[in-house]
Every structure is written in structure tokens, then in C-alpha cells.
């Protein structure tokens, strides 16, 4: 169910139960979204159920404000989202969410304070505080191909804290080929 989910702002849904031929929408606009992985499965588990990655559970509850577009295939959202993790702000395009291989995204994301080490389930890595400027396509290992600009703050990494790392180069997982310069 939804019982953990809270929606307080403005929302426009459009063919919730449209037809194969029809396009899906929801644009919100939100003045408070709390929500978990599992509730959104469960508010649109056709939509969301076989697109949102498993490791998003790892997030918790999350809660949030600002914009975001959805359709069957593509999320354009501009929030500000705090979490279990940590605190993110997303102003990111994603499109082609059909197929994670052929899935493209572009836009910027700022972190504080954020446990990328427990989202990614590597152990070596903790938290962060970064902004980065990605566009990219693919979310298998097979298909991640990204480009990737920045400034990591600060990131804790086997046992040591890295400062003021500037961030540009791409990432083909696993390998990032790039400068990352202190």
C-alpha cells in the first residue's frame, strides 16, 4: 500500500489507465512528497515496477519538494530530496526508460552528506558531498556510458576523506577515464 507516502501540492495526472497506445503523465509540482521505493511500486507498479532500480530501496523514506514530469519512458524533475542517505538536489532529464540499455539522462546533481558507498553497495566507499554535471546513457554495467563534470567536496573512500576533487571524464563501468585532480 501507500501507507508511508505523503503528496501535499499540485498534481495533474493524465491516461492513469491508458490504454497501450496512450501516453501516461503525471506533472507535480510538490510543496511536500514523502514516499519509499516500495509505495511508488505500488502506486504504478506497470510504470515504475520494472523501471526503478532495486538498490533505490536502500534510500528509505524519502521526502522532497519541487518539480517533476513523468510519462511512460521519460522523468524530468527539479527537487530537492533528503533521504536515509543523505541530501540530494536533481535537475536531471531522463528519457528512453523503456529499455535501461538505451536509457539516456543529462542534468546536474548536488549531494551533501550523501552514503553513495550503501546506495552503490560498494563498502570501501562512504559518504559524499559533490556537484556534478553528468549526460549519459545506459543503466546496466554493460551499457553505463557517462560524462561526467565536477567538483566532489568531499568523499570518504577506504577510510580516508578526499577533498576538493574536480571531477571531468567519463565513466564506462566500471572504469572512469578522465581527470580527477586535487
Not at 511512460?72 to 541530501?87: E, I, K, P
Not at 545506459?138 to 570518504?156: D, K, M, P, Q
Request: hydrophobic share 40%; net charge negative.
Amino acid at each position: 500500500g501507500m501507507d508511508r507516502s505523503i503528496i501535499i501540492g499540485d498534481l495533474v495526472v493524465q491516461n492513469l489507465f491508458a490504454a497501450e497506445n496512450e501516453v501516461f503523465s503525471l506533472v507535480g509540482q510538490f510543496d511536500e512528497l514523502s514516499t519509499n521505493y516500495y509505495d511508488l511500486i505500488s502506486l504504478l507498479p506497470d510504470i515504475l515496477g520494472p523501471k526503478l532500480p532495486e538498490q533505490l530501496a536502500e534510500l528509505g523514506d524519502v521526502r522532497g519538494e519541487g518539480l517533476a514530469v513523468v510519462t511512460n519512458n521519460s522523468v524530468d524533475t527539479d527537487m530537492v530530496l533528503t533521504s536515509d542517505l543523505g541530501r540530494v538536489q536533481v535537475d536531471m532529464m531522463l528519457d528512453n526508460l523503456d529499455i535501461a540499455e538505451e536509457a539516456t539522462y543529462r542534468g546536474t546533481i548536488r549531494a551533501t552528506n550523501f552514503n553513495v558507498g550503501r546506495l552503490t553497495q560498494v563498502p570501501d566507499l562512504g559518504r559524499t558531498s559533490f556537484r556534478l554535471d553528468l549526460e549519459g546513457k545506459g543503466f546496466t554495467t554493460e551499457s553505463l556510458s557517462t560524462e561526467l563534470n565536477g567538483l566532489i567536496a568531499n568523499l570518504r573512500f577506504n577510510g580516508y576523506t578526499y577533498r576538493d576533487l574536480k571531477v571531468l571524464g567519463t565513466l564506462n563501468a566500471p572504469v572512469f577515464n578522465g581527470d580527477l585532480i586535487s
